[in-house]
């Protein structure tokens, strides 16, 4: 199993420009998170799904937005590239609950001049 | 309001030497709680929960109800040791959404 699996691992981005992180899972685990990590700030939750269909705003969710048509991908869109979106991106999943270990992927470097 | 104390940004220690990592958080229910650890070039992964109550790498954490504190502890730190740590509460509110501290590195010195 690979686990989680994020793209691009890198990526540099035009202020207002939109693009799309990709995060998919094989554990068929219902919980998938999208977090940023920022120095100081820790990770910090940005949209979470708990199955297919169901999606819901964490701590700081605007200017993403988020889908859930299959149980095994999970993608962060931005809508208008901010130079404040600068970040480091981790997607994550659980089998049925946050109270389960957290599955990390490797995350994604992205820069917004 | 619902918030994770991690105060110590960068924590040094000697190899040999006992480790601590504080976390403390504010919260009027009992949350569970985590620990999250990311070693370089390595994903981040559960490193302790305190609901099992066991030692993992020879770290153990205690829950203190009554301080609301849940610190890391390891009574003899090792190279290995070097990473970053995340303290995580799952607030039981509702959300049941888990938190995350804003960190330790931790540097082992050999």
């Known amino acids: 199993n690979a686990g989680v699996t994020q793209t691009p691992k890198f990526q540099v981005l035009k202020t207002g420009q939109s693009m799309t992180l990709q995060c998919a899972q094989d554990m068929n685990h219902e919980y998938m998170s999208w977090y940023r990590q920022d120095p100081g700030m820790g990770l910090r939750l940005i949209h979470y799904s708990v199955g297919a269909g169901i999606t819901d705003q964490g701590e700081v969710p605007n200017g993403y937005n988020v889908s859930r048509s299959t149980t095994e991908d999970f993608p962060l869109r931005l809508l208008s590239a901010a130079p404040s979106q600068t970040s480091v991106y981790f997607c994550?999943?659980?089998?049925?609950?946050?109270?389960?270990?957290?599955?990390f992927g490797d995350g994604t470097r992205l820069s917004i001049l | 309001a619902q918030r994770v104390t991690q105060p110590e940004k960068l924590l040094s220690v000697f190899k040999g030497a006992p480790v601590e990592l504080k976390c403390n958080y504010s919260y009027s229910g009992s949350p569970e709680l985590f620990w999250y650890v990311q070693y370089s070039r390595q994903r981040l992964q559960l490193l302790l929960r305190h609901i099992s109550r066991e030692s993992i790498k020879g770290f153990t954490a205690d829950l203190n109800k009554g301080e609301t504190s849940f610190h890391l502890k390891k009574p003899f730190a090792q190279e290995e040791d070097s990473a970053m740590y995340y303290c995580a509460p799952l607030w039981l509110d509702g959300n049941n959404r888990l938190a995350f501290g804003k960190g330790n590195q931790v540097v082992v010195i050999p």
């Open positions: 994550a999943s659980s089998q049925d609950s946050f109270n389960q270990p957290q599955h």
